[in-house]
Nanobody
């Protein structure tokens, strides 16, 4: 089974930027539409962005225009550039295949904290 390792989270003031990276191992992720998700304290995990093998992207309304997803298929990585961060973006961020369920394998995630 492949593995997912998210990194790049941290503490930032509102209006700041962070770039998250996801290193995936295994052909499953290399040949899949990939996505980023987040889970805030006390809330369900939510979809925020996806990218197809051809590079087509889609975003949740809450991050559209502020976040940019990209991938490097050769390296099997998926990045998330986050600009103009808001306190409500505070969450643990995860990458996975598009439409991954809670029963699928998930990595440890990376914490993003945005102060007001």
């Amino acid at each position: 089974q492949g593995r997912l390792a998210e990194s790049g989270g941290g503490f930032v003031q509102a209006g700041g930027s962070l770039r998250l990276s996801c290193a995936a191992s295994g052909s499953l992720y290399r040949t899949s539409t990939m996505g980023w998700y987040r889970q805030a304290p006390g809330q369900r995990r939510e979809f925020i962005a996806r990218i197809t093998l051809r590079g087509a992207t889609d975003y949740a309304d809450s991050v559209k225009g502020r976040f940019t997803i990209s991938r490097d298929s050769a390296k099997n990585t998926v990045d998330l550039q986050m600009d103009n961060l808001k306190p409500e973006d505070t969450a643990v961020y995860y990458c996975n295949r598009d439409r991954a369920s809670n029963y699928d394998y998930w990595g440890q995630g990376t914490q993003v904290t945005v102060s007001s």
